[in-house]
Nanobody, 124 residues
Framework: QVQLVESGGGLVQAGGSLRLSCAAS????????MGWFRQAPGKEREFVAA????????YYADSVKGRFTISRDNAKNTVQLQMNSLKPEDTAVYYC?????????????????WGQGTQVTVSS
């Protein structure tokens, strides 16, 4: 089992920045690919970003490319999502997820463990 706990969400004005963090505990974290997904009210969950193990490969949704950066610290068992130039349409609950495959995926069903989520609200 892997437990994931997200932090760093909050309220920010459009154009601002937030940094989300996900702390992993339990079984070894270092061989898992990690991803961030989000779900806005009334919408389906969507892929945001992913990073392979140990971190050579990264993937981004087109909607966040150039604004968001995913990174991981394997020594600390954490993964981060730096979000810049935030827009109101980025408002959602953001979820951290772990994939036993080390390659990484943009597909939610490929992920084996999920956090509880952290709310991000961007005001216009």
């Amino acid at each position: 089992q892997v437990q994931l706990v997200e932090s760093g969400g909050g309220l920010v004005q459009a154009g601002g920045s937030l940094r989300l963090s996900c702390a992993a505990s339990g079984r070894t974290f270092s061989t898992y690919a990690m991803g961030w997904f989000r779900q806005a009210p009334g919408k389906e969950r969507e892929f945001v970003a992913a990073i392979s193990w140990p971190g050579r490969l990264t993937y981004y949704a087109d909607s966040v490319k150039g604004r968001f950066t995913i990174s991981r610290d394997n020594a600390k068992n954490t993964v981060q999502l730096q979000m810049n130039s935030l827009k109101p349409e980025d408002t959602a609950v953001y979820y951290c997820a772990a994939d036993q495959s080390s390659i990484g995926s943009t597909i939610g069903r490929d992920y084996d463990y999920w956090g509880q989520g952290t709310q991000v609200t961007v005001s216009s």
